[in-house]
């Protein structure tokens, strides 16, 4: 356990000799012996890991899918409370409750998502005697509903973007609204967050569309379609402040976060503090969030999200009436545990700090690692975790999971496996280390983003420090280049396979072999058999055919492509992973082999690269769910809505199904025009991946225009 929060100290401000005055109450306080955690996964570990820190025991509940999850075994009391599906566990309010009851737990730490913001559980808790780590139900109230949250905002001096907010939500309202704004245009949910129920309209004739899925997914998420149009500030930049009230009337702000570098407008990668600020907008940004939270008689962790433009001018976007997903990087550069002041805050403490006593230290990076495929649009995933190995060689380094080598990511969340948090004294060997630890993050068994955020961590502009929320777009082919895997990685898998198949053939022969044969001394000897062998490997599409040639002083010619390699190498294993440190052509390099299944998955400096072995032909199929004139299910889900019925008529890239996976939307469009012939699922229905979803006949003009 101690592995996963590897470098994370226990930062207990509260018992500082400097801040012990300030921490002393008014007598208001309240005892909290045992806390439940109404949460799953990476949250859940990590409040406990706090808790515990403190003396605090900790409950948590559990669905069917996390019945052997890292929370389960991390707390001092496990509950079941139902199915997979949230709606029928995590977002139950009364089974939650229930447990709180049986199990003595006097406070509920409601974590991130799910019912951290929800107004009527915080009621209910505050209704049953428990105590809400969190802000007052009212304070969610007013910030979760952007509409009104804009008001507060403007009444409070804090700045806000035009847009409309009205009550009136017909559709032809909310359309002249943004032909008044003028496109491009944002729609949003008035509740949640997360990037949940959100969508840019850039011209008229895609607001419809945009407008039914925003509306969807906010129903799905938040059990509300209310929906507000604002500008759409193009390539600005997401800055977000760490605010912190308690019950006395006392707040500060612990300076700010960059989360701009984002896909489906959710975070990918975060910093603190943001770069390229000067003083002057790092005090006004700061000082306004405090604003935004006093205006609500917040209490607690929350942040509050602006856009910024390219002058430095800010603008109220939302504020979080929680603890965020990024707020790591925010204690790593204040030396704060935020969960900690979370807990003493709601027990009635003062804050131990005022904000001259706040210092910014340094810089920190936060890389969210998630289950998806960055080359097919960030499409989450789900699947085992076949292999994990996280960075063990670079300091100050720490990561937040809720899963171990084993686990399964599942369906019905959230896909991110793990934060991989790192500071130093500035931004650049921060960076540096970031890039590091990513290279040393080790995953197999499902498609991760951590080429992808090594990529992103070595884009120059993002070594400048230009961020902005277009900055995947903009720099797209840069970061998804054209792979194929390198001479070097290809030799060290080919040697691995070689010395790793004579080592097994050593063994068998230890064991079977008379050991008074004359032959038992000769191990490299060979009767009627050739010091060549021919390896074939895939690499993607391409078919490599490969020579491997043991010479006399024991190192191996590797030959392929028109290429021949000398290569030497030294071999350890560790557990499932074979360490081989090689000198190809006089070039000495370090790699981790994984072999899982008939993969071979190679991680260096370069990255993780893929190689297959080849199934025989006979033992193959053919692989295909369905035909060119098939659409099917790119990732598991469950189908939200079916568009189209059978005899519909459809054009190439019209919707077909709207799947929801991963708490997303997902709208399979049709890859060929036609007519339907088939529908093979209804609203509902949970399906696999690659599993086909509507048959039609294909449209045979375009086909031949094709």
């Known amino acids: 356990m101690s592995k996963i929060f590897r470098n994370i100290k226990p930062l207990t401000r509260w018992s500082n000799p400097l801040f012990q005055s300030r921490a002393v109450s008014t007598g208001s306080t309240t005892s909290i012996d045992k806390i439940l955690i109404a949460n799953r996964g990476e949250i859940a570990c990590r409040v406990i890991k706090t808790a515990r820190s403190l003396g605090i025991k900790t409950v948590c509940v559990y669905s069917d899918a996390d019945k052997n999850s890292l929370h389960v075994a991390m707390a001092d009391e496990a509950y079941h409370i139902g199915p997979p599906a949230a709606s029928q566990s995590y977002l139950c309010q009364d089974k939650i409750i229930d447990v709180a009851k049986k199990s003595g737990a006097q406070a509920v730490h409601p974590g991130y998502g799910f019912l951290s913001e929800n107004v009527e559980f915080a009621e209910l808790c505050g209704k049953e005697g428990i105590i809400f780590i969190g802000p007052p139900s009212s304070a969610i109230r007013d910030m979760g509903i952007k509409s009104t949250s804009k008001a507060i905002m403007s009444a409070a001096g804090v700045p806000v973007i035009e847009g409309y907010h009205g009550e009136d939500q017909s559709d032809s309202r909310l359309k002249q609204e943004a032909a008044n704004i003028g496109y491009p245009v944002m729609i949003k949910a008035v509740r949640g967050g997360g990037g949940k129920g959100m969508r840019i309209a850039m011209t008229e004739s895609e607001f419809d569309e945009q407008l039914e899925s925003a509306r969807r997914e906010a129903m799905k998420s938040f059990g509300d379609q209310v929906m507000l149009i604002e500008k759409f500030v193009e390539m600005p930049r997401h800055v977000e402040v760490q605010v ?32 390229g600020l000067n003083d002057e907008t790092r005090r006004a940004i700061g000082e306004a969030a405090v604003r935004a939270a006093r205006a609500v008689n917040y209490v607690g962790a929350g942040t509050v999200e602006f856009i910024m433009d390219k002058n430095q001018d800010f603008f109220f976007m939302e504020m979080n009436t929680r603890l965020q997903v990024e707020h790591p990087v925010t204690e790593m550069v204040t030396g704060t545990d935020l969960v900690h ?76 496996i793990a934060k991989l948090i790192v500071w130093s004294e500035d931004r ?33 502009e993002f070594i400048k420090g230009n961020v902005h929320t277009d900055f995947i777009p903009q720099y797209y082919d840069d970061l998804f280049p054209q792979r194929t895997t390198s001479y070097m990685a290809v030799c060290q898998a080919v040697v691995t396979m070689v010395i790793q198949q004579a080592q097994r053939v050593q063994q068998q022969v230890k064991y079977t072999q008379d050991p008074f044969s004359p032959f038992w001394l000769c191990k490299a000897s060979r009767i009627n058999q050739s010091p060549t062998r021919w390896i074939t490997l895939m690499d993607g599409d391409k078919e490599l055919k490969i020579e491997v040639v043991t010479n006399e002083d024991s190192s191996y010619t590797v030959s392929f492509d028109g290429q021949s390699y000398t290569v030497s190498a030294e071999l350890k294993q560790s557990g499932e992973r074979t360490n081989i440190v090689t000198i190809v052509d006089g070039i000495k390099s370090h790699a981790s082999v994984v072999n899982v299944g008939n993969s071979l998955h190679l991680f260096s400096t370069e990255g993780q690269q893929e190689l297959r072995i080849p199934v025989p032909k ?8 369905g035909s060119l004139a098939d659409a099917v299910a ?7 809505k079916v568009v ?63």
């Open 634 to 640: 790119p990732m598991p889900g469950v189908i939200e």
């Open 428 to 460: 650049e060997s921060a960076l540096k280390k970031c890039r590091s630890a990513l290279l040393d993050y080790q995953v197999v068994g499902l498609n991760t983003n951590i080429q992808f955020l090594t990529d992103l961590a070595q884009h120059p």
């Open 244 to 275: 912190f009230g308690d019950q006395h009337g006392n707040y500060v702000y612990l300076f700010e976060r960059d989360c701009s570098v984002q896909r489906r407008h959710q975070k990918i990668i975060e910093e603190a503090p943001a770069p």
């Open 341 to 416: 002041w979370q807990i003493k805050v709601a027990a009635g403490e003062k804050l131990p700090v005022t904000q001259s006593d706040i210092k910014l230290n340094g810089h920190a990076f936060e890389a969210r690692i998630y289950a998806e495929d960055p080359n097919n649009s960030f499409m989450p995933g789900a699947g085992p975790l076949l292999h994990l190995s996280i960075p063990s060689s670079v300091d100050n380094a720490r990561v937040d999971t809720g899963v171990r080598q084993g686990d399964e990511v599942s369906v019905h969340y959230d896909p991110m």
């Open 644 to 706: 189209v019925t059978p005899g519909t008529q459809v054009e190439k890239g019209d919707p077909l199904v709207i799947m929801i996976a991963m708490k997303m939307e997902y709208v399979i469009r049709a890859p060929k025009a036609g007519v339907v012939e088939s529908v093979f699922y209804k609203q509902g229905d949970t399906v696999q991946k690659g599993v086909t979803l509507v048959h039609f006949v294909e449209d045979q003009s375009e086909s031949s225009s094709d």
């Open 618 to 625: 006979f033992l193959s199929t053919s692989g295909q769910s």
